[in-house]
């Protein structure tokens, strides 16, 4: 850790400032207060401040080297302790040793030097005391600033993983169910087989391929749900029923890439899935003047008990559209009836003016 | 001698898939088509087929709860794009576990083992080892249980469960709309269960941590758990340490 006094052109002359200001102090109480001849108290002022300036610098190290640990510590009162003995006893040693060399046939300045050691040691205890809160105070500011640093660094690498495992958010089952599909018209329906393999692979190139950061047309998307729901009607046939509702001006608006995707997931894993009657999947899009609403609607059977897991697409769309948006409240969901309703509010424009296509 | 058989999917294709292949195999015959769990479970019950062609997450019942309530099932091959319930499906004496898509040979395969069990009544146990060693997941735990009563299938969530009782060879659930009795053990609830949940405060009783709304000194060596719904169960002095344990108190 570099020392705080010596970070920068400002920081030194702070600190070299500040002793000068107590020099300035020290010399006026003996000019104006003691009437001590000027070059006496000029002297005095010197020697003393010169040498607490040089030895709160070395404080530093004091403090440095008692930090870690526990700080309420025996071994902390110890060092400190003893280092403020030993400066007390040097500065004012010397300076007095000093003095006295100097002014030797002063009597009556001796004599009031003599009288003032009390006093300089006290001082001498609140100037270490000062100094050394400020050194503490310095390398508190630090490590917050470090925190804080590592802090937002964290957040930063959070999201850029938890990004690319919403991206790898295809459901293997989807997949592994749809392969069987192909395996079976293969050999019943084979025109409607390749059909099939033609929009699943359009499906995952589109998932694969788009960066989970970016945003497109909401009309690339819908196409994409389109694909979806094709395949999976031709899994499910009569019981899966899609009507879309959208203005036409939706279309050219932008959403992140596969935020709706999970959506319709979820529609079809609690609604298709988990019912023996047909099940409607209706999607709406609305446009107001800086955003525009999309609305998701299933059947569902209520008297099925909810399975785990049901819930974490949603959170992590919520999430997604938190960090894009800065905002938490753009997805709600209702239940009504025995339909479930999701609905997206997205912005014109997120936050940070990334808009890629 | 053909033997009959039942294929119950919720997707077409997929029953499609094994009609078309069992066609080319002699001797079975397909005598009924399911979509949902609960069709499965009644076709089961009224044609007592030989074999059955099962999937696993299906409406209304899973193949799963299909198959537990059955009084003596058939044949059951397991056909499912997930490959985690295999230990499951075996421990329920599943005779094959195919898992979507699969190989006509693969198919015929699984047709072939279950053949040969009907033909002679004895399960070809080695290869069933051979697949549970090599399957690699880890058992899942309840979500929901389906009990049969006289006329209806129940099914409900774990998190309804107040608290279970041993009774003899069958195990009754306490919910709050009433008891449902079930053919298991104690011990298959207590390693099916969330261990943080599920608590095995005695010998013959498994309890909610939510259900409980205080535990008194029974006499020296007991305890007694207060449940919200008024009940009193017992608690064994292992079974308090484990409450204690998992409650943190």
């Known amino acids: 850790m570099i020392h705080p006094v010596f970070q920068n052109l400002r920081s030194i002359s702070v600190y070299f400032g500040t002793w000068i200001l107590l020099a300035g102090i020290h010399f006026s109480i003996l000019f104006f207060q003691f009437r001590i001849p000027l070059n006496i108290s000029l002297a005095d002022s010197l020697i003393y401040n010169g040498i607490l300036c040089i030895i709160g610098i070395a404080i530093w190290y004091v403090i440095r080297y008692s930090m870690p640990g526990n700080h309420a510590g025996f071994s902390f009162i110890f060092n400190h302790f003893t280092s403020l003995v030993l400066l007390l006893v040097f500065w004012v040693g010397t300076g007095y040793a000093s003095l006295n060399l100097l002014f030797r046939d002063n009597t009556v ?12 040691f006290v001082i001498g205890i609140l100037l270490y005391a000062f100094i050394g809160l400020g050194y503490y105070l310095i390398i508190m500011y630090r490590d917050l600033q470090d925190k804080a640093k590592a802090e937002t660094r964290l957040n930063e690498l959070l999201k850029e993983s938890e990004l690319n495992m919403l991206k790898s958010q295809i459901n293997p089952h989807f997949l592994f169910n749809s392969l069987n599909s192909i395996s079976s018209l293969t050999i019943t329906d084979p025109g409607k087989a390749q059909e099939m393999v033609i929009k699943l692979s359009e499906f995952l190139r589109y998932s ?37 509702a959208m203005d036409p001006g ?99 424009k997120p936050v940070e003016n990334n808009l890629k296509q | 001698m053909t033997y009959k058989a039942i294929i119950i999917d919720d997707e077409k294709p997929a029953r499609d898939i094994i009609r078309t292949f069992l066609k080319d195999i002699a001797g079975i015959e397909v005598i009924a088509e399911c979509s949902d769990g609960f069709a499965g479970l009644k076709a089961i019950q009224d044609m007592k087929p030989d074999l059955v062609f099962l999937d696993i997450q299906m409406p209304k019942l899973t193949g799963f709860e299909v198959l537990e309530l059955i009084e003596n099932p058939p044949l059951i091959i ?13 421990e329920m004496n599943a005779t094959d576990y195919i898992l979507k898509p699969y190989s006509r040979e693969r198919f015929i395969q699984a047709v072939g083992k279950a053949v040969t069990k009907l033909q002679n009544g004895v399960a070809a146990q080695p290869e069933v080892q051979m697949l549970i060693q090599t399957a690699d997941e880890k058992e899942e735990l309840l979500q929901r249980i ?27 659930i306490h919910i709050k709309d009433g008891n449902y009795l079930k053919e298991k053990t104690m011990k298959y609830f207590e390693s099916h269960l969330d261990p943080e949940k599920f608590i095995r405060i005695h010998r013959s009783f498994i309890v909610n941590a939510e259900a409980i709304e205080r535990i008194e000194l029974y006499d020296k060596e007991s305890y007694a758990v207060l ?15 484990l409450l204690k344990q998992i409650l943190h108190m």
Do not use: W
Not at chain 1, 109 to 120: A, E, K, Q, T, V
Not at chain 1, 258 to 264: E, W
Not at chain 2, 78 to 90: E, G, P, V, W
């Open chain 2, 78 to 90: 397991f056909s499912t794009a997930y490959d985690q319930y295999a230990i499951r499906a075996f």
């Open chain 1, 208 to 244: 694969v391929s788009s960066n989970i950061n970016t945003f497109t047309t909401l009309e690339k998307e819908i196409q994409n749900i389109q694909r979806y729901l094709e395949i999976e009607k031709i899994r499910f046939g009569e019981k899966l029923v899609f009507e879309f």
């Open chain 2, 146 to 172: 389906a009990v049969k009563t006289r006329h209806k299938v129940h099914v409900f969530g774990v998190n309804e469960i107040i608290y279970l009782e041993a009774e003899g060879d069958y195990v009754m």
């Open chain 1, 109 to 120: 300045y001796l004599n009031f030097l003599g009288l003032s050691i009390p006093y300089r």
């Open chain 2, 227 to 241: 449940l919200k719904n008024g009940a009193s169960l017992k608690a064994s002095t292992s079974g308090y340490k």
């Open chain 1, 250 to 348: 939706c279309y050219s608006r932008y959403v992140p890439v596969m935020i709706l995707q999970p959506l319709f997931e979820n529609a079809i894993k609690h609604g298709v899935y988990e019912s023996i009657e047909p099940v409607k999947v209706i999607t709406g899009c609305k446009t107001f003047a800086d955003y525009f609403e999309i609305r998701i609607s299933n059947d569902f059977d209520p008297s099925v008990p909810a399975r785990k897991g049901s819930g974490i697409g949603l959170k992590n769309i919520r999430e997604r559209l938190r960090l894009m948006y800065r905002n938490d409240s753009l997805l709600k969901t209702f239940i009504l009836n025995n339909v479930f309703q999701v609905v997206l509010t997205i912005p014109n």
